[in-house]
T-cell receptor, first 114, second 110 residues
Framework: DAMVIQNPRYQVTQFGKPVTLSCSQT?????MYWYQQKSSQAPKLLFH???????NEADTPDNFQSRRPNTSFCFLDIRSPGLGDAAMYLC?????????????FGPGTRLLVL | RKEVEQDPGPFNVPEGATVAFNCTYS??????FFWYRQDCRKEPKLLMS?????NEDGRFTAQLNRASQYISLLIRDSKLSDSATYLC???????????WGAGTKLIIKP
């Protein structure tokens, strides 16, 4: 019973070709997050939504955008992927914000940029 | 100085041994602490929360030392299936953001 679903699991794109990663959740959680994780590094928060309120991290490149059309779905758009954007992209949810709340992660989408 | 620091390892440990990880954090106002486990090419999963009084879950024991600003994870009677990367996470209760360590890789050998 998957709770946080990410599609596709693997995505190959060409340098500069826009790509969209999707995330859906069955938990009815208010908060959804997108992380970027590169090999042997900690997950890096890109942005999060609290309900429909979008919160961008200060160091998230403009190349990365997000959409949350409803509670269940959230999308990560990479407008012009560069070689440095190759990474695992993790979606997570939590019931509400706040540090005590457990975040539940999807299986991730591994992005390869050629 | 990183906000959350961990020894990257890898720790190569024989099956059945006890292994301990430490993690230090820089913000003394941090309130909540967690250990996550991440298998190779998989997502992080919450292993356990860390409380001031310490907590134990089977073979796993987590401790918090606020004075010295470190948390620890002890794994007893290690199993092959414990092989993974263990990530230390610190948060402020009022803030959604998790501050992650880079993780410590553990390899259990038969």
């Amino acid at each position: 019973d998957a709770m946080v679903i990410q599609n596709p699991r693997y995505q190959v794109t060409q340098f500069g070709k826009p790509v969209t990663l999707s995330c859906s959740q069955t938990l009815n959680h208010n908060v959804m997050y997108w992380y970027q994780q590169k090999s042997s590094q900690a997950p890096k928060l890109l942005f999060h939504y609290y309900d429909k309120d979008f919160n961008n991290e200060a160091d998230t490149p403009d190349n990365f955008q997000s959409r949350r059309p409803n509670t269940s779905f959230c999308f990560l758009d990479i407008r012009s992927p560069g070689l440095g954007d190759a990474a695992m992209y993790l979606c997570a949810t939590s019931r509400v914000g706040g540090g005590r709340e457990t975040q539940y992660f999807g299986p991730g989408t591994r992005l390869l940029v050629l | 100085r990183k906000e959350v620091e961990q020894d990257p390892g890898p720790f190569n440990v024989p099956e059945g041994a006890t292994v301990a990880f430490n993690c230090t954090y820089s913000n003394s106002a941090s309130q909540s602490f967690f250990w996550y486990r991440q298998d190779c090419r998989k997502e992080p999963k919450l292993l356990m929360s860390v409380y001031s009084s310490g907590n134990e879950d089977g073979r796993f024991t987590a401790q918090l030392n606020r004075a010295s600003q470190y948390i620890s994870l002890l794994i007893r009677d290690s199993k092959l299936s414990d092989s993974a990367t263990y990530l230390c996470v610190v948060t402020m209760d009022s803030n959604y953001q998790l501050i992650w360590g880079a993780g410590t890789k553990l390899i259990i050998k038969p």
